[in-house]
């Protein structure tokens, strides 16, 4: 794999951030599985999938070097930005992302978290000390367009996602912001893996210590083994690492475009598997969030957000 991502990087990279976007739209849609159909509520499978995906990932790293993998908490800075990453980005996403779902579905859950990069968008401009240009403009207008068209289905005199389900998909629109831009420095420091499950186990012990998962009562059966697995292995453990060298080959800038096969396949498995209502408002608001996309991955414009 290794020798076919050198040699054809950008093929490589474009499949694997596809691939990457499709595994977090299957995995989101299993959720809505088990929180429609098995009756699991978001407070018990947030909490046991962020810690048997940490330590999927921990145990390995430590069976290689013990040392390697505690090295994120040997620096002061290192540790704080760990925190910050790991509570206020990794673990309130997941928490947000799943609890969308639960209140609406998937595929709404997966296209408000796509709203981060506008987030992001305005953080870079603050931190340039620079204002919007044009383009970038029409490109959070497209997107509150584009949220608009989800939420209101072309009326204001109701709404067709619930509140409650908006605001905590723009809470996790938020937490992806963070989880972006706060580990820019980790990540040249330590390897991705390692601080995506450092930040698994953090989340997870945090939440289970809330929501006391082992007090709801699960009935384990074939569909429920199989969704929460793909879950945590293709949603935590194959999807993100898939993502993330995808990115490495192509820059974040096409990344981001084929990334947004996620709330694609989450919606269209909504649709078809669970059954979820799809309309012309739903796909006119898909497609204006795509544009928004495709705006900020113009090559001319990411140069001035990272300014």
Not at 97 to 116: E, K, M, N, P, R
Not at 212 to 223: A, E, S
Not at 243 to 272: C, D, H, N, Q
């Amino acid at each position: 794999m290794k020798d076919f991502c050198k040699k054809y990087p950008a093929f490589a990279g474009a499949l694997l951030t596809l691939l990457g976007g499709v595994g977090w739209g299957v995995s989101g849609t299993c959720g809505q599985y088990l929180f429609t159909q098995k009756g699991i509520t978001s407070l018990w499978l947030v909490p046991v999938r962020l810690v048997v995906a940490g330590l999927v990932l921990l145990i390995p790293a430590f069976c290689k070097s013990a040392p390697a993998a505690l090295s994120p908490w040997k620096d002061a800075r290192d540790r704080t930005e760990l925190l910050i990453y790991g509570f206020a980005g990794i673990t309130l996403c997941q928490l947000t992302y799943f609890g969308t779902i639960q209140l609406s579905s998937a595929g709404v859950a997966t296209i408000l978290q796509d709203l981060s990069p506008i987030l992001i968008l305005l953080w870079s401009c603050r931190a340039a000390h620079r204002r919007p240009a044009l383009c970038e403009i029409g490109s959070i207008v497209l997107a509150l367009a584009g949220v608009g068209l989800i939420v209101t289905h072309g009326s204001l005199a109701h709404f067709a996602v619930a509140p409650a389900a908006l605001a905590t998909g723009l809470v996790c629109a938020v937490s992806v912001a963070v989880y972006n831009i706060v580990p820019a420095r980790l990540q040249t420091r330590h390897a991705t893996p390692l601080l995506q499950g450092w930040s698994f186990l953090m989340g997870g012990t945090l939440l289970t210590l809330l929501f006391r998962p082992w007090q709801y009562t699960v009935h384990v059966d074939l569909g429920v083994v199989l969704a929460f697995c793909a879950v945590v292995l293709l949603g935590n453990v194959i999807a993100f690492n898939a993502y993330m060298t995808g990115v490495r080959l192509i820059g974040p800038e096409k990344g981001i475009l084929y990334g947004f096969s996620e709330p694609v396949t989450a919606a269209a498995l909504s649709a078809v598997w669970m059954g979820a209502p799809f309309t012309p408002w739903d796909a006119a608001g898909f497609a204006a969030i795509f544009c928004m996309l495709a705006l900020l991955s113009l090559p001319k414009r990411r140069a001035a957000v990272n300014s």
